[in-house]
């Protein structure tokens, strides 16, 4: 068992020096998340596939949205932490860049009667799961695989 051991701290040791070592320049030039969003719309032919681009924002103007969207009265009562109703659209019109639709537009969007909650709600989460997304970082102690 210990020359096992020592062949895996071997391993680890090698990896480990081979890494490449981050630095200010390559973590500030990050690119930000996107994601590709493929929309299949009823139409008269059966289904129409359209396609979105959204882009995450820093986390900084996400709290910022966050902020400018507090709860309700009727929401905060429920727990909630903001306004669904008004954080989505704006949420949306900032991180969806193409198509590049303003708040108001998002907003006739989320309110009309052609879009239920459910269809809302899924770009909504595209849109906050791509904000709040992690680095893909290894759960391992020593971060090498």
């Known amino acids: 068992m210990p020359k096992q051991d020592a062949e895996e701290r071997e391993r680890r040791t090698q990896q480990s020096d081979s890494a490449k070592r981050a630095t200010f ?15 299949r719309l009823p139409s008269g032919d059966g289904f129409e596939e359209l396609t979105m681009l959204f882009r995450s924002i820093g986390s900084q ?23 669904v109703n008004t954080f ?32 809302m709600m899924q770009l909504f989460l595209v849109a906050v799961e791509l904000c709040n997304k992690g680095l893909d970082i290894p759960l391992s102690e020593s971060g090498l695989e």
């Open 25 to 39: 320049d390559m973590l500030k030039s990050k690119p930000r998340a996107e994601r590709e969003v493929l929309l």
């Open 61 to 83: 103007d996400y709290d910022k949205l966050l902020t400018k969207n507090p709860p309700s009265q009727e929401q905060k009562a429920e727990g909630g932490s903001y306004n």
């Open 88 to 119: 989505g659209p704006g949420l949306l019109s900032r991180v969806c860049v193409e198509p590049d639709m303003s708040v108001k537009e998002w907003s006739e969007i989320w309110n009309s009667p052609d879009w239920n909650r459910g269809e």
